[in-house]
T-cell receptor, first 116, second 115 residues
């Protein structure tokens, strides 16, 4: 089983709203990731959590705030977003993210976010 | 600086024939390479991977070839099926240094398989 689940599937929010995206995996993976994907572009890495600690932040604006409550869950808290933040937000997980050569990332279906 | 490049934005193939998708990379630290398939508005689906210690990996209809000296890899799909029509992303990672956990993606190739 290589399933990563994400909720909600679609989200529409105003620029003053606060919302959260959720991601869950039960594969025993210890690394989890947030990516942003715009239309016709490849996914762009935002954050990496390894063993529940933030290991990579790709200079993401503070209006995006990640949280890893436990090894199975990953949240992305959103506040004061801009219309240009509208995109497909993807979560992924991998075995350890600690540098093993064959660490494969498995992606969830994504949350389609629209900021009005 | 695009470290992973897929120079063909699109590829059209007849059903039953071979599809060959190409990918070039510039970073010699990359030691693990993956191919993902993506349908619109869905997450990428992992297809097949290869580590730098190998030059070929096969899984059913999918074969990935790695030429380290040329910094080139290719994905062969044979026989191609209409359900293979999707965007294919090549991705690479480096196991050492501060880059672990980072996947670098190519721009993607749209494969269309005609019945």
């Amino acid at each position: 089983d290589t399933e990563v689940t994400q909720t909600p599937k679609h989200l529409v929010m105003g620029m003053t709203n606060k919302k959260s995206l959720k991601c869950e995996q039960h594969m025993g993976h210890r690394a989890m990731y947030w990516y942003k994907q715009k239309a016709k572009k490849p996914p762009e890495l935002m954050f990496v959590y390894s063993y529940e600690k933030l290991s990579i932040n790709e200079s993401v604006p503070s209006r995006f705030s990640p949280e890893c409550p436990n090894s199975s869950l990953l949240n992305l808290h959103l506040h004061a977003l801009q219309p240009e933040d509208s995109a497909l937000y993807l979560c992924a997980s991998s075995q350890d993210g600690a540098g093993s050569t064959t660490d494969t990332q498995y992606f969830g279906p994504g949350t389609r976010l629209t900021v009005l | 600086d695009q470290q992973v490049k897929q120079n063909s934005p699109s590829l059209s193939v007849q059903e039953g024939r071979i599809s060959i998708l190409n990918c070039d990379y510039t970073n010699s630290m990359f030691d693990y390479f993956l191919w993902y398939k993506k349908y619109p508005a869905e997450g990428p689906t992992f297809l097949i991977s290869i580590s730098s210690i190998k030059d070929k990996n096969e899984d059913g209809r999918f074969t990935v070839f790695l030429n380290k000296s040329a910094k080139h890899l290719s994905l062969h799909i044979v026989p191609s099926q209409p359900g293979d029509s999707a965007v294919y992303f090549c991705a690479a990672s480096a196991s050492g240094g501060t880059s672990y956990g980072k996947l670098t993606f190519g721009q993607g190739t749209i494969l269309t398989v005609h019945p």
